[in-house]
């Protein structure tokens, strides 16, 4: 089976009401959308951060799921270092 890495692809949207869609995937909350009075649409991301406002609910859906990519595959790097001591001979070490 091939593995499709497409920004969206697996993602599930569902209408929770006339104009706010919540997504996820393999379930997980991606973030959700919601229109504006103007009938625009305001993207979040999953910690309800915006993400953008967009003329259509494609666009906006799109974006959600390109912050929920670009958050989940950045490479998180572990660095230790050795803290030098500050004062020689102290009793705190």
Known sequence: MDVDDRPGTGVVWSRVEEGFHVASARGAFLGYIDREADGTYLAYNG???????????????????????????????????????????????
């Open 47 to 93: 910690r309800s951060r915006p993400v953008g406002k967009f003329p259509g609910l494609v666009a906006a859906m799109a974006a959600v799921a390109h912050a929920h990519t670009e958050a989940t595959s950045a490479p998180h790097e572990i660095e230790l270092r050795q803290v030098p001591d500050a004062f020689p001979g102290s009793a705190v070490r």
